[in-house]
């Protein structure tokens, strides 16, 4: 009886490490979205300055000397910072743009993994393939130009009901944008010899690990549709 008992919990550890990155990456979708549809507003810029400050101190932590790629990363979280507000008073389309990068991160890992072949940035990401970074591209893309077009989320942009046909292209700019945040942080990780940028949350690293593209995009991605005034 005791054998079966720790046969099953082994059997239970491993399904756990075999998912551990989709079980977090389920909390963090499920606590993101309690905090953008129902947290009040102080709550909200709290968590987003929470948020951006805990990156920008693993940022700290990995700088082993003034270089451009950790510079452009400070400069967006300072920007990010200053648009909380406006995040706030916008939430649905911040969570319109945090798709962008979830979309793409997702499509690239798990069609990268199965068809990829020819690596793209071999040094710095040996993992990433020109396939998958494609596929991220294409999926966060089209299916977030399908959201706004079958009117799935209010976004209450009046550019994105009078400009819907220039929508596409600010989509395919700021997916992007979610690659080259992406290829930065991993460039600066490269550089201070590290795998992550931090152990917080299991599966994914640290919040710079989690918030790498979502720093440029959203910022970005705010002021091509003109929600920054």
Known sequence: MTMRLEKGNLELKQAFNMYTREITGALIATFILAI????????FKLVLFGIFISAFIELCFLIRRPYWPSLLVIFFIIISLFFVETYEANRLLFLYSILISVLNDSGAYYLGKKYGSRKVFPKTSPNKSLEGLISGILIS????????????LKLNIN???????????ILIISSTIAVFGDYLESRIKRLA???????????????????????????VFFILVGAIL
Do not use: W
């Open 141 to 152: 893309s089209c299916v977030l130009y399908l959201i706004n077009f079958q009117e799935v």
């Open 159 to 169: 550019y994105l009901d009078q400009q819907n046909s220039f929508l596409f292209s």
């Open 36 to 43: 953008i549809l129902f947290a009040p507003s102080f709550t």
């Open 193 to 219: 010899d590290v795998k992550d940028s931090g152990s917080i949350l299991p599966g994914h690293g640290g919040i710079l690990d989690r918030m790498d593209s979502h720093i440029f995009v959203i910022p």
